[in-house]
């Protein structure tokens, strides 16, 4: 009998000697408990492109790297262990800046050309339109409404309360050259093709110099904000409409894969997928550390541009007072209705096609979209 006990004690001591044997990663370090792994189903490093600098709209992000990562000025990304819910993931996450660190390049594009992109943030439009060039998929909405708004003085214009009475008047609305959101406006009726201008560059100069007299694009998290509380020459309130409400449904900078790259990443996407929907959740509910950090993060970024906690602050709410984050069919978090994007993908044919631009024959909103890695179970 004590035999047979002993030889049950050397069995045990040897399995957990065993079990500690395999329990270190490549560094002797433990590697984080197989259901919250990333390590082997996704690439080391985790690449996002964004298509601008660190701010609230992509606060889900952000948070999962927490507070300890670093910040490359020269390349202009932000990198850490890839964390959900502050657990480490066995792999890493970058998330590299976008917009003029990159020339104003299309992400979808930059993704083309750089097989290290993991996910890039591209919207259903651009989606659309570099379906036959870039085929990207979207499998994960951080928004299920766009902020892009067209605002105004309300000094000015009192009267207003929509897109379509902006466009009863003959007043200028500047947009940046290009926009896909201002051909679906003027090509509905909403705005009149004279009295568009597609040479905004970002500053406020031009708006305040009219006294608001003009019409401006905008983000319902940003300007609002910034006119009221930080343009010096301003520093009064303006007033806007969301250009989601004219009937241009897009689900603005989803986070998408190459077409081509989706099944080799479907087991990435099945684990990592899942902790973006649930780090969006918690950063809605608590904001506070994340903003702190994309603060820091667009500062060491040297972005050439300046962001407040006070703002990420009103974008956040923002997010929750307009219904951006979460106002769709489905109490689902990022998932995409495949009714919206066809209206989108119908919409946009005909613009396309004005402007001799090549539309991927018989394109349909599963080519566009995928609610495939979207867990069910995270909700709002």
């Given at each position: ?14 399995s ?5 044997a ?40 952000y ?8 910040v ?33 390049q ?9 097989s ?42 009192p ?26 406006l ?34 319902a ?9 930080e ?36 087991p ?12 969006t959740?918690a ?34 709410e923002?997010?929750r007072?307009?219904?951006?984050s ?15 994007v ?39």
């Amino acid at each position: 009998m004590l035999a047979g006990r002993r030889l049950l004690s050397i069995i045990v001591f040897a399995s957990a000697v065993a079990g500690c044997a395999t329990a270190e990663g490549p560094g002797g370090e433990a590697p984080p408990p197989a259901a919250e792994s990333l390590r082997g189903s996704c690439p080391d490093t985790v690449v996002v492109q964004m298509n601008w600098f660190p701010q609230a709209e992509h606060g889900g992000l952000y948070r999962m790297l927490g507070s300890g990562f670093t910040v490359d000025s020269q390349r202009k990304a932000v990198e850490g262990p890839l964390l959900d819910d502050g657990r480490d993931t066995g792999v890493r996450l970058q998330v590299r800046a976008g917009g003029p660190v990159t020339g104003f390049q299309r992400v979808s594009a930059l993704m083309a050309a750089d097989s290290s992109i993991t996910l890039g943030s591209i919207a259903t439009d651009e989606a659309v339109q570099e379906a036959g060039s870039f085929p990207t998929r979207a499998v994960f909405a951080p928004l299920d409404k766009s902020p892009q708004m067209i605002m105004w003085s309300p000094e000015r214009h009192p009267d207003w309360r929509t897109i379509e009475d902006i466009g009863r008047t003959d007043t200028t609305v500047v947009h940046a050259n290009g926009a896909s959101y201002i051909d679906y406006l003027v090509h509905s009726g909403k705005l009149k093709q004279s009295q568009v201008d597609g040479s905004y560059d970002g500053s406020p100069a031009r708006f305040v110099s009219a006294d608001g007299a003009i019409a401006q694009q905008g983000y319902a998290t940003n300007e609002p904000y910034r006119y009221e509380h930080e343009v010096e020459p301003w520093k009064r309130p303006v007033t806007f409409a969301l250009v989601h409400d004219s009937g241009y449904p897009i689900y603005p900078e989803a986070l998408a894969v190459s077409a081509a790259e989706q099944e080799r990443l479907a087991p990435c996407l099945r684990r990592l997928v899942p902790m973006l929907q649930r780090s969006t959740v918690a950063y809605i509910k608590d904001p506070g550390p994340t903003n702190d950090a994309l603060v820091r993060m667009v500062r060491e970024l040297n972005a050439g541009t300046q962001y407040s906690v006070e703002r990420a602050r009103y974008a956040q709410e923002q997010m929750r007072s307009l219904g951006l984050s979460h106002d769709g069919v489905t109490p689902v978090v990022g998932d995409f209705d495949l009714t919206r994007v066809g209206k989108l993908v119908a919409d946009l044919k005909p613009l396309l096609e004005a402007k001799r631009r090549a539309v991927k024959a018989d394109l349909k909103p599963e080519d566009v979209v995928s609610n495939e890695f979207i867990s069910s179970e995270v909700k709002w």
